[in-house]
């Protein structure tokens, strides 16, 4: 049988592919386009300025927002869906065809924050990060959003639930992989410590563009959502 370092080495072209195929995919934000279709200022101007869900809901409304989400969403499913059809029937290796997953939702992030077609200004990566660990592990997306809803019930910030599900999303992929998945011998070496450092720089991205946030947080001046009508 074929080792997952030989598929690695052996097909490292595949995921190149898959990274740029996430990042152009990522790139495109549903904000922006929908506040320039509808003739509206650029959304970056206005609330917050970050061209994310929230700051649509706050600033432009309900139905936008809504759009927005499910815009930014499905931008990381597609692909990763994608990704995981096409090397599952070429290659068949499962570690290799996760990995790959991975990395397509790496970069999907990284479009999100940093768009190719935007001048690298983009949003903060909640919703589109949420999409990516429903899509590589549906275990790690049910922690990460129970953490989300149980912060922001209790403080009523998005931003904080945020923060803290960005923070479980490391934590619940580590000891997932590392307690089950290598301490059983389902996965070899390789694969833990490159999902884990995936999940580490996904992670900390979420949080580091929540730097103003966290700021207004301490000195108690973060705003709550209130939809605009």
């Not at 370092?5 to 195929?21: E, K, M, T």
């Not at 989300?148 to 923060?163: A, Y």
Request: proline share 1%.
């Amino acid at each position: 049988m074929i080792q997952f370092s030989d598929y690695l080495l052996s097909n490292l072209w595949q995921l190149v592919i898959v990274a740029v195929a996430g990042y152009l995919c990522g790139s495109i934000n549903f904000s922006l386009l929908i506040t320039r279709l509808s003739g509206k200022a650029d959304i970056r101007t206005m609330g917050s300025g970050n061209a994310g869900f929230t700051n649509m809901l706050r600033s432009v409304g309900k139905k936008q927002a809504t759009i927005t989400f499910i815009g930014d969403f499905f931008k990381a499913v597609l692909p990763i869906a994608v990704t995981w059809i096409v090397l599952h029937y070429s290659i068949g290796n499962k570690e290799y065809v996760s990995l790959a997953k991975y990395i397509c939702g790496l970069f999907c992030v990284l479009g999100h924050m940093y768009p190719l077609y935007y001048g690298f200004r983009g949003g903060k990566g909640v919703v589109t990060s949420a999409a990516v660990l429903l899509m590589v592990d549906y275990r790690v997306f049910l922690i990460a959003v129970a953490v989300f809803f149980t912060v922001f019930f209790i403080s009523k910030l998005v931003s904080l639930g945020s923060i803290c599900a960005a923070a479980a999303f490391f934590l619940a992929t580590f000891f997932i992989n590392f307690f089950i998945l290598y301490k059983l011998g389902i996965c070899s070496l390789i694969y833990l410590i490159i999902t884990c450092v995936i999940s580490f720089v996904i992670s900390s991205l979420v949080i580091i563009r929540h730097r103003s946030n966290i700021g207004r947080i301490i000195r108690g001046e973060e705003k709550k959502v209130v939809p605009h009508k």
